[in-house]
């Protein structure tokens, strides 16, 4: 197949199959949210620092694939300029007991941080002067991402290490309700209270056309959740495959199990994700975490009901 090219039938293959799994998946009883939080550290970083601090976390949680996982449900994952990124569980609208025991987790590990290594983490978008700081992850993912940006744009290594940005998830709960979830979230990507900050909006603009910005079909008037699926596949079979620098459509192995890991690597404004069936608002800047939380319940509110006609 991959030597043909044939993109309409990758196309309406791999949309038939994530229209089952989500057809499998749903519906949902009762909507959840989750988040991904980072953090700039205050200084340059080297891979020998966030060993450091992986080893510092390793005694409160426990490490297994990259990440550093704790009773409470959170985990710890580290960016390529050696951010700190802490991902939640699933949370439902009306927890906001949790909630705030995450944001004192999260302010109660930066503290140790900085108590035991000198590295103050900061809940910041940009700090600039990062462009040529070492790599601190060096999977084939991170190198290939790194190579294909020095390449695409002119800011790609800036936004690899020298941005924190919060990613705000929200479950999809059934098929009806997946177009104008995914239409809020658009109008929401624009909105002043949730739109990236210049800075961070000129590096996204300059770091890969192919996989970066606003998914082209948020401003198409599409009818089916079908459609919807369908274009953003479309979009990710003409983004650059990392490691091959050709679109997805023309690489070596066309697989959907490949495919699925490729549309990992697409970092759009908004974002749709088969694993858990979420759709990812990937627009905002770190910032202070009481901001954070007055952000979180204003994202919930917004988000909590939606109709055809939202």
């Given at each position: ?150 390449a695409s744009g002119t800011r790609g290594h800036e936004m690899m290490k020298a941005t924190a940005s919060i990613h705000l998830h929200v479950a999809i709960c ?137």
């Amino acid at each position: 197949m991959n030597g043909h090219f044939d993109i309409a039938g990758l196309a309406a293959d791999f949309t038939r199959r994530y229209m089952a799994v989500l057809k499998g998946q749903l519906p949902k009883t009762e909507r959840t949210y989750g988040f991904e939080f980072e953090f700039l550290p205050d200084r340059v970083l080297n891979i020998e620092d966030v060993a450091d601090v992986e080893a510092l976390l390793s005694r409160r949680g426990k490490c297994a694939n990259g990440a550093v996982f704790f009773e409470n449900g959170l985990c710890i994952a580290f960016e390529p300029g050696g951010q700190l990124e802490y991902c939640s569980p699933p949370l439902v609208a009306g927890d906001e007991k949790r909630l705030d025991s995450f944001i004192a987790f999260m302010e109660q590990i930066n503290a140790e941080i900085r108590s035991h290594l000198g590295i103050s983490y900061l809940p910041r978008g940009y700090v600039p002067g990062r462009r040529d700081a070492p790599l601190c992850l060096t999977s084939e993912r991170y190198v290939s991402l790194h190579r294909r940006l020095a390449a695409s744009g002119t800011r790609g290594h800036e936004m690899m290490k020298a941005t924190a940005s919060i990613h705000l998830h929200v479950a999809i709960c059934s098929i009806e309700e997946l177009l104008p979830l995914f239409f809020r979230l658009c109008r929401l990507a624009r909105e002043p209270l949730f739109q990236m900050s210049a800075q961070r909006r000129e590096i996204w603009d300059n770091t890969d056309p192919t996989r970066c910005g606003m998914p082209p079909c948020c401003a198409e008037s599409l009818t089916a959740p079908e459609e919807l699926i369908d274009r953003l596949i479309r979009f990710g079979l003409h983004a650059v495959a990392l490691g091959e620098e050709v679109p997805f459509f023309k690489t070596a192995d066309t697989s959907f199990e490949a495919f699925l890991y490729h549309m990992t690597t697409i970092f759009t404004d908004v974002r749709f994700n088969l694993k858990g069936t979420t759709l990812e608002l990937r627009t905002l800047d770190s910032m202070p975490m009481d901001a954070f939380r007055q952000r979180w319940l204003q994202f919930v509110s917004k988000t909590a009901q939606v109709s055809q006609s939202c």
